[in-house]
Protein backbone atom coordinates (compact mmCIF):
# COMPACT_ATOMS: atom_id res chain seq x y z
CA UNK A 1 0.00 0.00 0.00
CA UNK A 2 1.01 3.73 -1.06
CA UNK A 3 -0.45 6.34 1.21
CA UNK A 4 -0.23 10.08 -0.38
CA UNK A 5 -0.74 13.13 2.28
CA UNK A 6 -1.31 16.62 0.69
CA UNK A 7 -1.11 20.12 2.12
CA UNK A 8 -0.58 24.06 1.65
CA UNK A 9 -3.67 24.86 -0.28
CA UNK A 10 -5.76 28.15 0.54
CA UNK A 11 -7.61 31.07 -0.02
CA UNK A 12 -5.71 33.82 -2.27
CA UNK A 13 -6.02 36.74 -4.30
CA UNK A 14 -5.43 36.78 -7.80
CA UNK A 15 -1.77 37.16 -8.80
CA UNK A 16 -0.43 35.45 -5.36
CA UNK A 17 1.45 31.99 -5.24
CA UNK A 18 1.18 28.86 -3.36
CA UNK A 19 2.96 25.53 -2.70
CA UNK A 20 1.25 22.65 -2.36
CA UNK A 21 3.52 19.55 -0.84
CA UNK A 22 2.76 15.89 -1.16
CA UNK A 23 4.43 13.65 1.08
CA UNK A 24 4.64 9.59 -0.07
CA UNK A 25 4.85 6.64 1.84
CA UNK A 26 4.38 3.13 2.40
CA UNK A 27 5.68 0.15 0.34
CA UNK A 28 8.09 2.41 -2.16
CA UNK A 29 10.55 1.09 -4.18
CA UNK A 30 13.19 2.64 -6.04
CA UNK A 31 11.90 5.42 -8.22
CA UNK A 32 8.39 6.69 -9.05
CA UNK A 33 6.17 8.49 -10.67
CA UNK A 34 4.35 11.18 -8.81
CA UNK A 35 1.16 13.70 -10.84
CA UNK A 36 -0.80 16.48 -9.97
CA UNK A 37 -4.30 16.88 -10.94
CA UNK A 38 -6.81 19.33 -10.47
CA UNK A 39 -10.59 19.08 -10.76
CA UNK A 40 -12.49 22.58 -10.86
CA UNK A 41 -16.01 22.92 -10.00
CA UNK A 42 -18.18 21.59 -12.93
CA UNK A 43 -14.89 20.28 -14.88
CA UNK A 44 -13.57 16.53 -15.41
CA UNK A 45 -10.13 15.88 -13.21
CA UNK A 46 -6.92 17.16 -15.49
CA UNK A 47 -3.38 16.49 -15.44
CA UNK A 48 -1.13 19.30 -13.93
CA UNK A 49 2.28 18.31 -13.92
CA UNK A 50 4.52 15.03 -12.94
CA UNK A 51 7.82 14.05 -11.83
CA UNK A 52 9.90 10.88 -10.90
CA UNK A 53 10.75 11.02 -7.27
CA UNK A 54 14.32 9.91 -7.43
CA UNK A 55 15.30 11.66 -11.10
CA UNK A 56 13.26 14.59 -11.29
CA UNK A 57 12.45 14.09 -14.78
CA UNK A 58 9.37 16.68 -15.29
CA UNK A 59 6.09 16.50 -17.44
CA UNK A 60 4.07 19.78 -17.66
CA UNK A 61 1.01 20.35 -19.59
CA UNK A 62 1.87 22.56 -21.70
CA UNK A 63 -0.42 25.79 -20.66
CA UNK A 64 0.80 25.68 -16.94
CA UNK A 65 4.38 25.75 -17.82
CA UNK A 66 6.35 28.14 -16.39
CA UNK A 67 3.86 29.51 -13.97
CA UNK A 68 3.45 26.06 -12.06
CA UNK A 69 7.20 24.18 -11.06
CA UNK A 70 7.60 21.12 -9.76
CA UNK A 71 10.17 19.86 -7.41
CA UNK A 72 10.96 16.91 -5.12
CA UNK A 73 12.97 16.16 -1.97
CA UNK A 74 13.41 12.46 -2.29
CA UNK A 75 14.75 12.17 1.23
CA UNK A 76 11.35 13.34 2.58
CA UNK A 77 10.04 11.29 0.11
CA UNK A 78 7.72 14.53 -0.81
CA UNK A 79 7.21 16.75 -4.08
CA UNK A 80 6.16 20.33 -4.42
CA UNK A 81 3.92 21.99 -6.77
CA UNK A 82 4.82 26.13 -6.52
CA UNK A 83 2.03 28.00 -8.40
CA UNK A 84 2.87 31.42 -9.08
CA UNK A 85 0.57 34.21 -10.60
CA UNK A 86 -2.63 32.50 -9.65
CA UNK A 87 -5.65 33.05 -11.68
CA UNK A 88 -9.34 32.31 -10.62
CA UNK A 89 -9.43 29.60 -13.15
CA UNK A 90 -7.26 28.01 -11.43
CA UNK A 91 -9.09 27.20 -8.35
CA UNK A 92 -9.97 23.81 -7.98
CA UNK A 93 -9.21 20.49 -5.78
CA UNK A 94 -5.67 19.70 -6.15
CA UNK A 95 -4.30 15.95 -5.92
CA UNK A 96 -1.24 14.27 -6.02
CA UNK A 97 -1.30 10.41 -6.92
CA UNK A 98 1.43 7.76 -7.91
CA UNK A 99 1.18 4.23 -8.92
CA UNK A 100 4.17 3.62 -7.27
CA UNK A 101 6.21 2.24 -10.63
CA UNK A 102 7.63 5.14 -13.28
CA UNK A 103 4.97 4.64 -15.81
CA UNK A 104 3.54 8.27 -16.59
CA UNK A 105 0.10 8.50 -17.27
CA UNK A 106 -1.92 11.70 -18.17
CA UNK A 107 -5.44 10.15 -17.77
CA UNK A 108 -6.25 10.03 -13.46
CA UNK A 109 -8.23 6.80 -13.88
CA UNK A 110 -4.75 4.75 -14.39
CA UNK A 111 -3.87 6.11 -10.87
CA UNK A 112 -4.46 4.00 -8.09
CA UNK A 113 -3.16 5.68 -5.15
CA UNK A 114 -4.57 9.41 -4.41
CA UNK A 115 -3.80 11.57 -1.75
CA UNK A 116 -7.22 13.29 0.23
CA UNK A 117 -6.93 16.42 -2.03
CA UNK A 118 -6.14 20.08 -1.09
CA UNK A 119 -8.49 22.95 -2.20
CA UNK A 120 -6.93 25.86 -4.09
CA UNK A 121 -9.16 29.02 -4.32
CA UNK A 122 -8.05 32.09 -6.39
CA UNK A 123 -10.42 35.06 -6.01
CA UNK A 124 -10.06 38.37 -8.68
Known amino acids: QVQLVESGGGSVQAGASLRLSCAVSGRIMGDLVMAWFRQAPGKEREFVVA????????DYTASLKGRFVISRDYAKNTVYLQMNSLKPEDTAVYSC?????????????????WGQGTQVTVSS
Open 51 to 58: ITLRGGLT
Open 97 to 113: ATNGNLVLHKTSSEYSY
